[in-house]
């Protein structure tokens, strides 16, 4: 059982560990590496630390936080992915059905969620857990994404290989030329995200890349 | 038939009878449906485009001497092309075609120049330019290192570049633009959603966005550069993972600046504009 880059998988132990924060010092580097190439570990990964949130407060709650203390975080989170603030003193004629929008589909994705995980009914549960979700599966949905361009991109150079010698000389360097612009950019992407695994940012710079790739490669094989 | 090819021979004649000489002799004409599709294949020189209001078309041109046109129509489609008789490079031949406007082209070249006047289609070339114009219904034209001047008004556009020059101008809506390290240039302000995306080349936006538009640009290390209308109502979300960020509006106050993101609203924020690089530079600024 071995990830592409033909590292073995991280044991039972290593994912337990990573997920709920008790990971030794000298294993997080390579851990941390490890999760940042193999999408299998660390969709386990936050599997497996979002099942520990949530037992954790289904067990807590007669001591969990009141909603108002809940709140203000996740509010804080909202604001701060929103593309148009709220006004204080309430949205203005031209925003408002934007407003209204984002209001719809932000609670159409956690009933979404709420039915998907079937958490229990409960508002602060949902909340949080949606929150929490909504994150990974980004995450999840972007390195699919990436995941499926590579694949494709590679079939694509396959294809150009085949092709390559029946290709005007300008015509070949110019694709050798652009594909290496694109493979030094997505080089770059990789080793950031090693560093900085979590920054959604990143890995959408990295699919956009990737589709970059992808399309050079149809150009090429159409020229 | 024969009364209709003399005909439209005629009508064609004296429709170009100015410059006609230069443009060469008749190559092909005959009836064609409305909305007929064109197939074009031009290895070198170039190829003129042009939509008319008739049911008809004509081909107008010099080919090469080492070349032959080949050429198979029907009522609702064509399909012809230029095609080396000697071997070696290909001499460039230049055609001049007159399409019905309703029609739609797929025309390919490797190093032949392309320029369309309201023509719908896809046009692509592998290092010849593409210059487009006109009121389009819809437009795809990708070129590997050749440069794209699109001056369109059309609901949708999709452009793409390495190495070349991309500009976008005119009236499109929905438009999708990429290069590799080209230049993108847009000058368009009735774009609705517009996607520009580069890995090393500059990106350049001027204008004041729609009300109600989004915008989302992309770039590695090449900057992404907005000159916006000191009267643009827009909500602006910049980020750069190790880029700088540079604010020309210094009088609004930024919503939020967390590590490397700017977010900041201009007028009431009606048109939504993203922008996110790797290392390259994201300046605002106003007109």
């Given at each position: 059982m071995t990830d592409q880059t033909n590292q073995p998988h991280l044991t039972e132990d290593e994912r337990h560990t990573a997920a709920d924060g008790t990971l030794p010092a000298e294993r997080r580097a390579y851990v941390d590496a490890h999760l940042a190439v193999c999408d299998e570990c660390a969709a386990d990964v936050a599997r497996i630390a979002d099942f520990m949130k949530r037992t954790h407060e289904s067990t807590s709650s007669p001591s969990a936080p009141a909603l108002a203390e809940l709140w203000p975080p996740i509010r804080a989170r909202i604001e701060a992915a929103k593309v148009v603030a709220l006004d204080t003193a309430g949205p203005s004629a031209s925003t408002r059905p934007f407003v209204w929008l984002v209001a719809a589909g932000v609670v159409a994705a956690a009933l979404l969620m709420a039915i998907v995980l079937r958490v229990p009914p409960r508002e602060q549960q949902t909340s949080a857990v949606a929150q929490v979700e909504a994150e990974s599966t980004m995450l999840r949905a972007v390195a699919d994404s990436t995941r499926a361009y590579e694949a494709e991109a590679q079939i694509l150079l396959d294809r150009l290989e085949i092709q390559r010698a029946t290709m005007r000389p300008d015509a070949?360097?110019?694709?050798?030329?652009?594909?290496?612009?694109?493979?030094?950019?997505?080089?770059?992407?990789?080793?950031?995200?090693?560093?900085?695994?979590?920054?959604?940012?990143?890995?959408?710079?990295?699919?956009?890349?990737?589709?970059?790739?992808?399309?050079?490669?149809?150009?090429?094989n159409a020229s | 038939m024969k009364r209709l090819l003399i005909l439209i021979t005629l009508t064609a004649r004296c429709a170009l009878a100015q410059g006609a000489a230069e443009i060469g002799p008749v190559l092909e004409a005959h009836a064609l449906d409305s909305a007929a599709s064109i197939n074009l294949y031009l290895p070198a020189g170039s190829v003129r485009l042009i939509a008319w209001d008739r049911d008809s078309i004509v081909v107008r041109g010099q080919k090469a001497r080492n070349a032959r046109l080949f050429y198979g129509a029907g009522p609702r489609s064509v399909k012809m092309g230029v095609e080396n008789i000697s071997r070696g490079d290909s001499e460039p031949s230049h055609l001049v075609i007159y399409m019905p406007r309703h029609g739609r082209v797929s025309?390919?070249?490797?190093?032949?120049?392309?320029?369309?006047?309201?023509?719908?289609?896809?046009?692509?070339?592998?290092?010849?330019?593409?210059?487009?114009?006109?009121?389009?219904?819809?437009?795809?034209?990708?070129?590997?290192?050749?440069?794209?001047?699109?001056?369109?008004?059309?609901?949708?556009?999709?452009?793409?570049?390495?190495?070349?020059?991309?500009?976008?101008?005119?009236?499109?809506?929905?438009?999708?633009?990429?290069?590799?390290?080209?230049?993108?240039?847009?000058?368009?302000?009735?774009?609705?959603?517009?996607?520009?995306?580069?890995?090393?080349?500059?990106i350049h936006w001027i204008g004041s966005p729609a009300h109600g538009s989004v915008f989302d640009f992309s770039n590695h290390t090449g900057a992404v550069d907005l000159t916006l209308s000191p009267s643009a109502s827009a909500a602006l979300t910049l980020s750069s993972v190790s880029g700088s960020i540079e604010n020309g509006f210094t009088r609004i106050r930024p919503i939020a600046s967390p590590p490397r993101t700017l977010r900041f609203n201009l007028g009431d924020g009606d048109a939504h504009v993203t922008v996110r690089t790797f290392k390259g530079t994201i300046r605002v600024r106003p007109e």
């Amino acid at each position: 059982m071995t990830d592409q880059t033909n590292q073995p998988h991280l044991t039972e132990d290593e994912r337990h560990t990573a997920a709920d924060g008790t990971l030794p010092a000298e294993r997080r580097a390579y851990v941390d590496a490890h999760l940042a190439v193999c999408d299998e570990c660390a969709a386990d990964v936050a599997r497996i630390a979002d099942f520990m949130k949530r037992t954790h407060e289904s067990t807590s709650s007669p001591s969990a936080p009141a909603l108002a203390e809940l709140w203000p975080p996740i509010r804080a989170r909202i604001e701060a992915a929103k593309v148009v603030a709220l006004d204080t003193a309430g949205p203005s004629a031209s925003t408002r059905p934007f407003v209204w929008l984002v209001a719809a589909g932000v609670v159409a994705a956690a009933l979404l969620m709420a039915i998907v995980l079937r958490v229990p009914p409960r508002e602060q549960q949902t909340s949080a857990v949606a929150q929490v979700e909504a994150e990974s599966t980004m995450l999840r949905a972007v390195a699919d994404s990436t995941r499926a361009y590579e694949a494709e991109a590679q079939i694509l150079l396959d294809r150009l290989e085949i092709q390559r010698a029946t290709m005007r000389p300008d015509a070949r360097a110019a694709i050798d030329r652009n594909l290496h612009t694109v493979d030094v950019a997505i080089a770059e992407l990789k080793d950031a995200i090693v560093r900085d695994p979590n920054n959604p940012a990143l890995r959408q710079l990295l699919a956009t890349s990737y589709r970059q790739k992808v399309e050079l490669l149809k150009r090429a094989n159409a020229s | 038939m024969k009364r209709l090819l003399i005909l439209i021979t005629l009508t064609a004649r004296c429709a170009l009878a100015q410059g006609a000489a230069e443009i060469g002799p008749v190559l092909e004409a005959h009836a064609l449906d409305s909305a007929a599709s064109i197939n074009l294949y031009l290895p070198a020189g170039s190829v003129r485009l042009i939509a008319w209001d008739r049911d008809s078309i004509v081909v107008r041109g010099q080919k090469a001497r080492n070349a032959r046109l080949f050429y198979g129509a029907g009522p609702r489609s064509v399909k012809m092309g230029v095609e080396n008789i000697s071997r070696g490079d290909s001499e460039p031949s230049h055609l001049v075609i007159y399409m019905p406007r309703h029609g739609r082209v797929s025309v390919r070249t490797a190093s032949a120049n392309i320029v369309g006047e309201g023509v719908s289609g896809d046009f692509y070339s592998s290092s010849g330019n593409i210059r487009l114009s006109g009121v389009v219904s819809s437009v795809e034209a990708e070129a590997m290192n050749g440069s794209l001047d699109l001056d369109l008004t059309t609901p949708w556009l999709r452009a793409r570049t390495g190495d070349g020059h991309l500009l976008v101008r005119g009236a499109p809506q929905d438009v999708d633009a990429s290069t590799i390290g080209g230049t993108l240039d847009v000058i368009a302000p009735k774009v609705m959603r517009g996607q520009f995306v580069s890995v090393s080349g500059d990106i350049h936006w001027i204008g004041s966005p729609a009300h109600g538009s989004v915008f989302d640009f992309s770039n590695h290390t090449g900057a992404v550069d907005l000159t916006l209308s000191p009267s643009a109502s827009a909500a602006l979300t910049l980020s750069s993972v190790s880029g700088s960020i540079e604010n020309g509006f210094t009088r609004i106050r930024p919503i939020a600046s967390p590590p490397r993101t700017l977010r900041f609203n201009l007028g009431d924020g009606d048109a939504h504009v993203t922008v996110r690089t790797f290392k390259g530079t994201i300046r605002v600024r106003p007109e």
